[in-house]
Every structure is written in structure tokens, then in C-alpha cells.
């Protein structure tokens, strides 16, 4: 909320390439803000009922019906390794878009709540922190840390948080 | 041999051999305990081996784990303390194949501990090759991102200079490689974290093979790069993987090394643990069989040691008890008497020796035996030998045979006296002992006993001669002695007899009785003669005598007789003439007497007799009845006396002269009628006075019991007009309580208003709540719709992006829609707040309204209570006013009961003195009388007029006390003619 006005301010002084590179969808897992690039947003929804799929990861809740198509729907909070997300009134959607080998697909991911579309100069962006010896693999998906205000969002290459297993497409 | 040692000789050596033989058994045990002492001790330590050996590869497995550099001190310090033990015990070991055990896991034990510090060697080794492996990765890893950002900053600067399409592809394709080295690396990073922790071999070779590609790729971007610094670069990047893959290689090796060394260690310790184990099952089984041979020694000797024992006691017993068997039995027969006989034995022992002894004590018996027969036989000229100083028998025996001797001299001295006539003499007893002085005594006594008698018989004879007459002989005498003495006995009978009829013939004259003679018949021979001549005498003698005696008796009888007329001779002549003079005195005597006698019988008390014509003694009698008469006439005069004063009103009069007898009695009875009299007055007049003072009481008290009854009577009548008010407060009380019933009625009234007001008013808040939770409802609503809007600007957001440039306004109008739905949600939640409040505040109220209708309900209860309690009290007023009224009847009877006794007590009090007048009258009387100033003192009561106030009593008390003695003596004398006092 108190960056509301941000984004505006963003819009008007920078240049096109720099604020279509630098725009982010942000949301909360738990008390920390998480965000990734806007153009990997396809829609955003309020929770709808989700059908369960036998033999699946359990991060995965099931699918949805959208508009008459089937999407698969992750909750990230188990992705990263925390509690189940509990449904509140704020609790949202949000479809993204993906393309894998050159085909586009649908996934939904299942966040506490959406808060901004969210303006970064590249000059507030950090490479991922450097923890020595602790470092892990499993922390490849951040992208960089952005510094908003006082606060700090984790930038997230989305595409590498749904497809772990997978070889990294692109730089 | 055994014959000739001494017993003590032959009792050390039996009980020698013994402690000699129990001595060694002794040694052997303990011998043997010290062998059993070392084995134990064997097996502990190989016990404590495996222990230690287990201790010491714990502690090596402590480091493995956690790389504690304590734990490598402590294990090192475990196996030093291992090899001293194993050393020590290696001393301690006797047999070869022990030794060799025990060497043997002393060498096992070197062998774990090189293996432990090779271990400990490599693994710094290793740490190192570890820290060289990371530094070296490191610094290819940042290498690689410095070239992949300036690759990037070329593609950027390509892109905008707009070069051409090939070179742009170039470029990407060597950023896409870069960054595939990149991950080779970290790939390889995570093959070697893997290794590290599961020590699996396949990792190795995977980090080998990654290795390899990220080399061949490095060099085949580097002959791609154009830029000398870019190739540069890469050879940092080969160099850095050079390095790592050297460490790594390295760090392989050590951890394959260390990990035989790890088994090594695990033998070692394993074939220690075994060895040790052996070496205690050997020195088990040793230490059993060293028991069993143990065991079997001491059994062995200790059945020796008894069958030898046994072979010496009988030996030896043997060699004593037969020769003491013979000894006692020669002794038994000695005791008997047995003299004959003789000992054979022989020995040099102590028992030869006792045997010895025996020997000569028969030969001296045998001696001794034979001068005692000789003795017997009456030959004392036989010799007996003291055999020496203490030979008591010997001596005895000789002491005997000297007494004997002496016994037969004396006895032929005495018979030879006896012949010649001296009875006299005799043998000294001192000279012989015990029965021989008997013997002696005996014979002494004999010669006694036929002189004594004989003796006796000669001084009896003596003293008869000179007149003096012995008493009869009483002691017993036998034979011829007793004749003697019979004779001697009636010689001094004879002489008795005379002796005692003179002596009483003298009695009887002495005591006249003249009458009396002696028997002559009793006395024989000249003995009667002297006793008739003394009869005769005395008959001359007696005569004129009995004449005398007869006049005598009858002048005592009375019967005066006539003068004796016939003449006697010499003395019995005098004897008669005073007999005649004292006939005449008697006769004058008695006509005196008569003549006083008729003068009494007449009243004529003053007539009395001529003293002066009688003589002597007679004369004393005519004035003794002179005197008797003058004694009974004077006490009835004073009592004439006494008895006038009495009837003067004098009771004070007594008789006061000291009579006896009847005269005494005339006295008492006069007195004590006197007394009684007074008493009797003085009692009246103490009646009286009480009386009196009574009469004043009572007159006092029933003026105070008529003042108490006005008294009573005025404060009956201030009690009633206190029950009268009383009454009146009652009635008031009683008007008070219906105006307070009325009230209480009000208030129960407006109390039940109140509560179903309140009843409504809860209605009411109830309404406002449900308002408020239905309006909470559509709040909700427009919060999901601010939501939904709030998503739908975000998604117009996304889309606006999407559009790139020409989205740019359609992303501000999203932007104010969000705001919008924005400020909808929080006005949604004002409201919502202001809403939940009021629900509260509705909540509160319905709670406080709910507790006012309970007080209010409370309220009219309580109401109510006060309305019952109203009207009890009303009640209780009512009969309070009845009891009231009850109160006044009863007091208005107790007015006419106190009116009443008022009346009584005056009429009792005039009663009272009427009394007192009656009694002072009664006082008067008797104060005529004259009584003892002690008893009037007494008794004397005050006498006033009952009209004197009791106030004035006190002080006219004494004036009166005396005016009433002075007036009691008026009164006597005013009296004394009255004729009724005189009867009186």
C-alpha cells in the first residue's frame, strides 16, 4: 500500500525498454514479498474450487477449470518449503505463463496475496546474497533481491521455481 | 629307648612331629593360594586389555566423527597406557606361549596406533586439499561470471549498435556457453559435496568427467574469444580447474588411503581382543588345574598328619599308664593293711622312680608293724626306732609305750599305802594323759567314797553333845552307813519334841491363856516327868483372877451390881476395893443424864448439867452434852432470821453461818429457795423490758409499713398515667404503620413500571443488534467487491504492460482503480469497526438492563417483605394496646390492696401500743423487788412511754437506768404494809 505511488512516478521517468524490463508482479508467502517479471503474468483470480489429482507432487493442489481450460495449480508455499497455504479472503491465482521447448503452457500458483505491479530501477537490484559455505542448489531461482523503500523483494525466475528438475533455458 | 626318656621328652616329641606336619601343610596352601593370586591377577589384565583396546578405538571413532584433536590425545594416551601394562604383564608370565600372546597384542597394539596416526595425518591432509578444492572452484566460478558479464555488456552494446544478425548470434552463443560452464562447474561442486559426505566412488568419477567437459568447453570458448582479455579469462578459468581437479585427485587419494588404514585399525583391534581373550581362557584353565593339584596335597597330608598322630599317642600313653596301672594297684593294697608284698619295676622314668619310693614305704610299714605287736603282748622294754625327725607313727608308738609304764607304777604305789592304813593318800592324775588320767581319777575316787560317811556320823555325835540339835541327815547312804544315820535321826526327834511343849506352855501364858496345858502321854521316860511338874504350877495361879474378870463384864454390859463383900488375900484384896469406887461414879453419871434429858423433852434448851461433881473423864462427858445441846439450837435461829428478811422483799438474804449435817441441809434448802426466788424475779422483769422494747418495734415498723403503703400508693398512680401515654403511643404507632403500608403499595407499583420498561427497553437492543450484524453482511459484500476490483485492476495492470507503449494510459486508469478499490475496502473496514462497536455497546446495554430489571425484580420482592412485616407489626400493636388495658385493670386492683394495707398497718400500730403501755405497767411491778445489783445490771431494760419519739431514746436511756434502782428501793419500803405484798 505505501508504495502506491511508486510505480506511477517509475512509469513516467524511465525510458520504455527499461520499464517493460523492470516491471514485476509482487505478492506474499508468509511475511516475505516475492515477485517476478509482469510478462510472465497471464491472469490473476480470486481462489476458486481446485480438483485434486491422484499421484502428484504434493506442492501440486490440483487443477482448475478457467474459462474452459484446464490449469495445473502449485502452492508455493510448499514449493519453498513452508507450511500449507491456508485460504483467507486474500488468498488469489495467479496464471502463468510458461514457455517450455518452445510450447506455451498455463500453470496457476497459489499465493497469500497479490500486492502491486511493482517498478525496479536496475540500479536497486542485487545479485542473490552470497551465504559461503551454506550456499545451496536449490536456491538457483533467485534471480536478484530488490530494494524497495526499506523493504526487500526476492526477485524470482518463475519459470525455474515450476521446473526445477529441468535445465535452465535461458541466461 | 622309649623307656629310659622322661615323659616331657616323650610329649614334645609326639606333639612336635605334629606342628611339623601342619607346618608344612600350611606352607603348601599358601604357596598355592599365591599361585592362584598371580593368575587372577593374569586374567584381569587380559581383561582390562580388551577393555582398553575397546576404550582406545572408541576414542579413535570419537575423532573419526566429530575431529576432536582430545580425543586423538585420548586415544594415544589409552594405547601408551596399554603397551606399559603388556610390558609389566610380559615380566609377570612364566610360560613361553603366554608370552608370545601377550607380545603379541602389545605388537597389535603399535600396529592400531601407527594406523591412528596415519589416519590423523592424512585427515589434515585432506582438510587442506579440501580448502585448496574450494578456493580454486571459487576462483573459477568468479572468473566465469566476469567473462559472462562482459560478454553480456558486449551483446548490449551490439544490440545497440545495431550490428548485424550473425555476430548478435555469435555472441549469445558464447554467453550460453559461458553460463553452461558455470553450471558444469557447480555441478561438479555438488558431485564432490556428495562424495565428501557418502564417500561413494561413482561421485568421484562423475566430478572427474564433469571436470573434463568444463575443461574441453573453457577450451574451446577460448579459442572462440577474439578479445586478448577475454582469452585471458579463460586461461585463468583452465588454471583454476587445473588446480581443483589436482586437489580434488589429491584429496581422493588420501580419503581411499584412510580408509584402509580405518580397517587396518579394526584388525588390529580385533586380533588384540582375541589374543587377550586367549591368554585369559589359558590362564583359566591353569589356574583350575593348579586348584585340583592344590586341593589333592592338601588332602594327602592331611590324612599323614592324622594316621601319625594317632601312632604317637597310643606309643606314648602306653609307656606311661602300664607302669601307673601297677603302681596304683600296690597302693590300693597298702591302703588295705597288705604289708607283704613287693614292686616290679623297673624304669629310669619318673614312674621307676615313684616305684621306687613305694618300695621302701612297705619295707618301714613292715618294721613298724612288728614293735606294735610287741607292745601288745605286754613287752615294754621293746625299742622303737624313729626313722627320723618328721617319723610321727615312730614317735607316737614310743610316746605309748612310756605312758603304759608310768600306769603300772602308780598303781602298785597306792595298794601298798591302802595296806598300811593311810586312806589319805593319793596319785597324782597330772602325770597321765587322755584315759590313763581316767583310770587314775577313777581309783581316787573309789578311796573317797568309803571315807566320807564315816566322817559325817563322827561330827553329828559331836554336836548333839553341846546342845546344838542338827537337822535330820537327808543324804542317801548305802548299806551299813545307813543304819548310822537312821539312829542318829531319832536321837534328835526326841530332843525336838521337849523342846517344843515347853516353848508353847510359855506361849500360852504370855497370851493368858491360862487354860492351857502340856501332854505328858507324847514324852517318854524322864522327858514326862519335867512336863507334869510345869502343868500343877500353873493350876494355883488362876483363881482369883475369873472373880475379877466377871464384875468387870457386867459393869461394861450396864448392870451396875452391888459392892463385892468378900475378903481376899495381899494383891486380889486391892483388885476389889477399886472395883466398888467405880460402881459409885457410874451411878451419878446416869442420874445427870435423865435429869437433862426431861428439861429438852420440855423446850427447856438453856437447862444443862453440873460438870464439877463428876471426875476425870466422866466429867468430860457431862460437858460434851452440854456443848451438843448449845450446837443444835443456834443454827435455827439465824434461819428464823433469814426468812424474816425474805419477806421483806429483801432476796438477798442468805444464812450465812457454816453448819454440818442436817443443819447444812436446813441451810442449803433455804438458800436455793431464796435464789430460786430471785432468778425467778429477775427473769419476769428481763420479759418485761423485752416486752417492751418489742412493743416500741412494733409500733415503729407499722408506721413504716403505712408510710410504705401511701408511698406505694402514689407510685401506682404515676404508673398508670405512664400506662395511660403508653397506650396513646401505641395508637399512634399503630396509624403509622397503615401509612407505611399505603407507601410500600406505591413502591411495589413503580418497582413493577420500571422492570417492564426495562423488558421493552431489552427488546429494543436486541432489534439494534441484529441491525448490526446484518449490516456486518453487506459490509462483507462490498469487500469482496472491493477485492474483486482491486484484481481486476491488477490483471488490466498486467494487461497494460503487455501492451508495451501503448498500455501506458490504460496502466494509470488501472492504477486508479485499484486506488479506488483501495479506499472501498477501507471505508468497508471503518464501518465495519464502527458496526462491531455498536454490536458491543448493544451487547453492554442488554447485559446492564437485564441486571437493572433483576434489581428492579428484586426491588419489589423486597417491597413486598415490607408490606408482610407492615402488617405484622400492625398486629402486634393491637395486642400490645389489649395488654395495655389488662396492665391498668391490674393496677387499679393493686391500688385498693396497698389503700388496704395502709389501713392495717395503722390499726397494728396502735395495737403496738396499747402494748407498750401494758407492759411499762408490768415493769412497775416488779420493780418492787429487791435482787443482786449483778443481775439487775443484767437485765435491766429501759422503760419509757410509747409516746417518746424514737429519736429521744438514747439520750433519757441512763437517767432512767438509774431512777428506776432508787425508785424499786421506795417502792419496798412504800410497800411493806400493803397486806398482799405480806402474802406475797
Known sequence: MESQMEPQENISSKNETVALANKFITFKLADEEYGFEILRVREIIGLMDITRVPQTDPAVKGVINLRGKVNPVVDLRLVFGMSETVPTDQTVIVIVQLDLANQQKNMGVLVDRVLEVLNVDSADIEPPPDMGDFESTSRDFIMGVAKVGKRVVFLLDIARVLSRDSEPIES | ?984
Open chain 2, 1 to 984: 629307648m622309649l623307656k629310659n626318656m622322661k615323659l616331657a621328652m616323650k610329649m614334645g616329641v609326639g606333639f612336635g612331629a605334629l606342628i611339623i606336619i601342619t607346618g608344612i601343610i600350611g606352607f603348601m596352601g599358601w604357596i598355592n593360594v599365591n599361585a592362584l593370586d598371580s593368575r587372577v591377577e593374569n586374567a584381569d589384565d587380559a581383561n582390562w586389555m580388551v577393555k582398553q583396546s575397546q576404550e582406545a578405538q572408541i576414542a579413535a571413532r570419537n575423532y573419526m566423527l566429530t575431529e576432536n584433536d582430545d580425543d586423538v590425545q585420548k586415544a594415544m594416551a589409552l594405547a601408551a597406557e596399554f603397551e606399559k601394562r603388556v610390558t609389566k604383564l610380559d615380566a609377570n608370565l612364566k610360560d613361553q606361549a603366554d608370552k608370545e600372546t601377550t607380545e603379541q597384542t602389545g605388537k597389535k597394539m603399535s600396529g592400531w596406533l601407527k594406523s591412528f596416526s596415519k589416519y590423523v595425518a592424512l585427515h589434515h591432509i585432506k582438510n587442506e586439499a579440501e580448502k585448496g578444492m574450494v578456493d580454486s572452484a571459487r576462483a573459477a566460478l568468479d572468473e566465469v561470471s566476469h567473462l559472462l558479464k562482459d560478454q553480456n555488456d558486449k551483446l548490449n552494446e551490439q544490440i545497440r549498435k545495431g550490428e548485424n544478425i550473425t555476430a548478435i548470434e555469435n555472441r549469445i552463443s558464447k554467453i550460453q556457453d559461458a553460463n553452461s560452464l558455470a553450471s558444469l562447474l557447480l555441478e561438479a561442486r555438488r558431485h564432490e559435496k556428495n562424495y565428501v559426505l557418502r564417500n561413494d566412488k561413482s561421485y568421484a568419477d562423475k566430478v572427474d568427467k564433469l571436470v573434463k567437459q568444463a575443461e574441453t568447453l573453457t577450451k574451446t570458448l577460448k579459442s572462440r574469444f577474439v578479445d586478448a582479455a577475454n582469452q585471458k579469462q579463460a586461461d585463468v578459468v583452465l588454471l583454476s580447474i587445473a588446480k581443483y581437479n589436482r586437489h580434488f585427485d589429491d584429496f581422493v587419494k588420501k580419503n581411499i588411503e584412510q580408509e584402509r588404514e580405518t580397517q587396518t585399525m579394526a584388525d588390529h583391534i580385533s586380533e588384540l581382543q582375541n589374543s587377550a581373550l586367549e591368554l585369559r581362557k589359558g590362564q583359566k584353565d591353569k589356574m583350575q588345574a593348579q586348584m585340583s593339584s592344590a586341593i589333592t596335597t592338601m588332602i594327602a597330608l592331611a590324612i599323614g598328619a592324622i594316621i601319625l598322630g594317632l601312632v604317637l599317642a597310643t606309643v606314648i600313653s602306653r609307656a606311661i599308664t602300664v607302669p601307673v596301672t601297677k603302681v596304683t594297684e600296690a597302693a590300693r593294697l597298702l591302703a588295705k593293711g597288705n604289708v607283704k608284698q613287693d614292686i616290679h619295676i623297673h624304669q629310669k622314668d619318673e614312674v621307676g622312680q615313684l616305684a621306687d619310693a613305694f618300695r621302701e614305704m612297705i619295707q618301714a610299714q613292715q618294721q613298724k608293724s612288728r614293735v606294735a605287736r610287741e607292745i601288745a603282748d605286754g613287752n615294754l622294754n621293746v625299742s622303737v626306732d624313729v626313722l627320723s625327725a618328721d617319723d610321727v607313727l615312730g614317735e607316737s608308738m614310743d610316746t605309748m609305750r612310756r605312758a603304759i609304764e608310768n600306769l603300772v607304777s602308780d598303781t602298785i604305789f597306792l595298794s601298798e599305802a591302802a595296806v598300811k592304813g593311810e586312806l589319805s593318800t593319793r596319785v597324782d592324775p597330772s602325770r597321765h594323759q587322755g584315759d590313763y588320767r581316767r583310770i587314775v581319777v577313777g581309783v581316787n575316787g573309789t578311796l573317797d567314797a568309803v571315807i566320807g560317811p564315816l566322817n559325817v556320823a563322827a561330827e553329828y555325835v559331836d554336836n548333839i553333845s553341846k546342845g546344838t540339835i542338827p537337822e535330820k541327815i537327808t543324804a542317801q547312804y548305802n548299806g551299813d552307813f545307813n543304819k548310822i544315820k537312821n539312829n542318829l535321826n531319832q536321837c534328835i526327834n526326841a530332843v525336838n519334841l521337849l523342846v517344843s511343849d515347853s516353848i508353847m506352855l510359855a506361849d500360852a501364858a504370855v497370851a493368858g491363856k491360862l487354860g492351857t496345858r502340856a501332854d505328858a502321854q507324847k514324852h517318854q521316860g524322864d522327858y514326862r516327868r519335867i512336863v507334869e511338874g510345869v502343868n500343877k504350877t500353873l493350876d494355883a495361879v488362876i483363881g482369883p483372877l475369873n472373880v475379877a474378870a466377871e464384875y468387870v463384864d457386867k459393869i461394861s454390859k450396864g448392870q451396875i451390881p452391888e459392892k463385892i463383900t468378900t475378903e481376899y488375900n495381899g494383891d486380889f484384896n486391892a483388885i476389889r476395893q477399886n472395883l466398888n469406887q467405880c460402881i459409885a461414879a457410874i451411878n451419878l453419871l446416869v442420874s445427870d443424864a435423865a435429869t437433862l434429858a426431861d428439861a429438852a423433852t420440855n423446850g427447856k434448851l438453856d437447862t444443862r448439867a453440873d460438870v464439877t461433881k463428876h471426875q476425870g473423864d466422866f466429867g468430860r462427858i457431862v460437858d460434851g452434852v452440854n456443848r451438843t445441846l448449845d450446837a443444835v439450837i443456834h443454827p435455827i435461829n439465824e434461819a428464823s432470821t433469814v426468812l424474816e428478811k425474805l419477806a421483806d422483799y429483801d432476796l438477798t438474804a442468805r444464812v450465812e453461818g457454816e453448819y454440818k449435817g442436817d443443819h447444812a441441809k436446813i441451810k442449803t434448802a433455804l438458800n436455793s429457795t431464796a435464789e430460786v426466788l430471785h432468778e425467778a424475779i429477775a427473769q419476769v422483769r428481763q420479759a418485761v423490758g423485752q416486752v417492751s422494747s418489742a412493743a416500741q418495734q412494733i409500733s415503729m415498723s407499722s408506721q413504716q409499713v403505712a408510710e410504705g403503703a401511701s408511698e406505694q400508693a402514689s407510685s401506682l398512680e404515676e404508673t398508670t398515667s405512664s400506662m395511660e401515654e403508653m397506650a396513646g403511643m401505641t395508637k399512634q404507632n399503630a396509624d403509622n404503620t397503615k401509612q407505611a403500608q399505603t407507601l410500600a403499595e406505591g413502591t411495589r407499583e413503580a418497582a413493577n413500571k420500571g422492570s417492564a420498561e426495562m423488558n421493552r427497553m431489552m427488546q429494543s437492543m436486541g432489534q439494534i443488534k441484529t441491525a448490526a450484524e446484518r449490516t456486518a453482511e453487506i459490509i462483507k459484500d462490498i469487500n469482496e467487491i472491493a477485492f474483486q476490483t482491486n484484481l481486476l485492476a491488477l490483471n488490466a495492470a498486467v494487461e497494460a504492460a503487455r501492451a508495451g507503449a501503448a498500455g501506458r494510459g490504460f496502466a494509470v486508469v488501472a492504477e486508479e482503480v485499484r486506488n479506488l478499490a483501495g479506499r472501498a475496502k477501507d471505508a468497508a473496514q471503518n464501518t465495519e469497526t464502527l458496526i462491531k462497536e455498536s454490536v458491543s455497546l448493544a451487547d453492554g446495554g442488554e447485559k446492564i438492563s437485564g441486571e437493572v430489571n433483576q434489581n428492579l425484580l428484586a426491588m419489589v420482592e423486597s417491597v413486598e417483605k415490607v408490606t408482610n412485616i407492615i402488617s405484622e407489626i400492625t398486629l402486634a400493636s393491637e395486642e400490645q394496646a389489649r395488654g395495655i388495658e389488662q396492665v391498668n385493670k391490674a393496677m387499679v386492683e393493686m391500688d385498693t390492696v396497698t389503700q388496704r394495707a395502709a389501713a392495717n398497718s395503722e390499726e397494728s400500730s396502735s395495737a403496738a401500743e396499747e402494748l407498750a403501755g401494758q407492759s411499762e405497767e408490768l415493769m412497775a411491778m416488779v420493780a418492787k423487788f429487791r435482787l443482786n445489783s449483778h443481775g439487775s445490771m443484767g437485765t435491766d431494760v429501759p422503760i419509757r412511754h410509747t409516746s417518746v419519739p424514737i429519736d429521744d431514746v438514747k439520750p433519757k436511756n441512763n437517767v432512767r437506768q438509774t431512777g428506776s434502782v432508787s425508785s424499786a428501793s421506795f417502792a419496798i419500803s412504800d410497800f411493806a404494809d400493803d397486806p398482799d405484798f405480806k402474802e406475797f
